[in-house]
């Protein structure tokens, strides 16, 4: 009798219906993993095919070290998002709820920074960015 084989968080079994293997073979995801509240089952073939499928999936899901991952643009630079804020802040002057000065004051701050980073991309500013700013 065929046992299951475990991949990372993954199973690889046999199908048994009444009993008896078919032949054929699945992977089991926990629902751990599927990020929804039910497992996952999907069928294939033969086991080689679960098998790679289960590494594969397994290779997905295994946490990356940072700074090997290549880097992702948010689309967004650092310019454009310190203009969103300062319209919501504006917002919140007319509601009352921030004093005119203070927003002054925000704004001052910000210049330098809005001069250095304002062309860089949100997800690019790292540490190094930031110490070679200051």
């Known amino acids: 009798m065929t ?3 475990k991949i990372g968080p993954i199973r690889v079994r046999p199908e048994i219906r009444g009993g008896r293997e078919t032949g054929k073979f699945y992977i089991d995801i926990p629902r751990s993993v599927t990020g929804s509240r039910k497992r996952i089952r999907k069928f294939f073939d033969n086991v080689n095919q679960a098998k790679s499928a289960a590494k594969m999936l397994a290779d997905e899901l ?3 070290p940072p700074g090997l991952s290549p880097l992702q643009r948010s689309g967004v ?4 998002a310190v203009k969103g804020w300062r319209e919501d802040e504006q917002r919140r002057v007319a509601t009352r709820k921030k004093r005119t000065i203070s927003l002054e004051t925000d704004n001052y701050r910000l210049k330098a920074a809005i001069d250095y980073l304002g062309r860089f991309d ?4 790292d540490e190094r960015t930031l110490i070679d700013f200051q």
């Open 62 to 64: 295994r946490p990356k």
């Open 122 to 125: 949100l997800a690019a500013i």
């Open 3 to 5: 046992t299951s084989r």
């Open 77 to 80: 630079t650092f310019g454009e």
